[in-house]
């Protein structure tokens, strides 16, 4: 999501947020979750806990997420990446690579009642921070933690990033053009969904609580994300002979870029229409040939979308709809019962009448940069709506609040000031 500019009002049923932390509401209003992880996968996961209303103790180090520095784009001194990813936290700068660091989040965890982490198999244990540590102090503890390649194995100990990911989960072999170098996904698919997988473990461990009064480790890891959304793939593909349907001809089939029209492109596809409405539709883009072509069979399932013949006879397609705009072929195709849809670019993605009728672009008032757009929780709930409760805070911006009520003098505040064991605001 690209933040729009300051001071412009989002379309829709845009949700301002308040700019505070008090009064919140939701699912999991009451429940407090302590985040040490940093970047987009676990700071994503956790924000989908906040905007259910969980109250969510972000423990940076005093110089900051490293998503602050991600840019450009900044806004104003934030970094658009660190804004995307962390409404609805507290921030507290503190150090934990120090005793009395490492005392003061035992102390937070010790109310709490989930700790996220990702510092990678084993750290947290050196920093006496591990499960077995902390369930002594809290047995009702969800602990969750991230990796990249897992926690077994022999690269359980190997950093990794978004592309080292998709590289090895075989994510990049089926996009782009056969014969040439693979590419990437354009989204942070590994990352991104290993958030929401790590926000539907820790959810599933507190449910278990709630049931048997006992708390968990849980760990969930990139690698594993991939191989996850990747089996539906590799499952399909029994026969390399014969591959065609569902998923199965993605290593060969070229990129889908839709179909072009007079002034741009679409995708379609028939797998609602009849006979006649296959007629129809070829004798009014004048196709009428193409009634007897056996690709043509099965009215249009295996000329149109993931069809056997769709990428073969896409340039009869493209002579059909060459004289006629997006609109007008969209419009067409929906008369005959068929799915079709323009391509977007984000201008046009965002001013279509779909995305203010959900209302997800909102609107934040941040203390620093003022007011910018973000894709709000797309979540519905009928009694506890998910919402923007308070905007991304800045560093060390409740540094103070927090450990005040752990009984945190402002004397030993400003020692532990002086010492650069915590950062305030």
Known sequence: MRPGTEGKKSKGKAQKSKGKSENMSGALSGFTIVDLTQGLCGPFGSMRLGDAGAEIIKIEPLTGDCSRAM??????????????????????????????GQNLVRQVVAKADVLLEDLGPGETEKLGLGYD??????????????????EEGPLRNMPGAE????????????????????????????????????????????????????????AVSMLGTLLHMRGIMWTAMTDPDEW???????????????????????YFGLRRGNSEDWDRLLISLGMVESLSDPRFANFGRDATSIGRYAAEVKPLWEEGFKDMTSEEVV??????????????????????PQIAALGVVQEIDHPTVGKFKTIG?????????????????????????????????????????????????
């Open 377 to 425: 929780p797309v979540w519905r709930f009928s009694d506890t709506p998910a919402k923007i409760q308070s905007p991304p805070p800045t560093l060390g911006q409740h540094t103070e609040e927090v450990l005040e009520k752990l009984g945190v003098s402002g004397d030993e505040m400003r020692r532990l000031v002086n010492a650069g064991i915590v950062g305030k605001a």
């Open 331 to 352: 419009r067409l195709i929906h008369e005959f019962n068929g799915d079709a849809v323009p391509f977007l670019e984000y201008p046009q993605l965002v001013a279509h």
């Open 244 to 266: 065609y349907g569902f998923h199965l001809d993605h290593y060969t089939r070229p990129p889908d870029q839709g179909y072009k029209t007079k002034d741009g492109y679409v």
């Open 163 to 218: 592309l080292v990911i998709q590289a090895m989960a075989d994510y990049t072999n089926s996009l782009g053009r056969i014969g040439e170098p693979p590419v990437r996904t354009g989204t942070d698919v590994a990352s991104i969904n290993t958030g929401i997988f790590a926000s539907q473990a820790i959810t599933a461990g507190l449910f278990h609580r709630m049931r048997k009064g006992e708390g968990q480790r849980v």
């Open 133 to 150: 540590t902390l369930r002594t102090l809290n047995p009702k503890l969800v602990y969750c933690a991230i990796s990249a390649f897992g």
């Open 71 to 100: 840019g450009p784009p900044f806004i104003g001194d934030e970094s658009a990446v660190f804004l995307s990813l962390n409404r609805n936290k507290k921030s507290v700068a503190l150090d934990i690579h120090t005793p009395e």
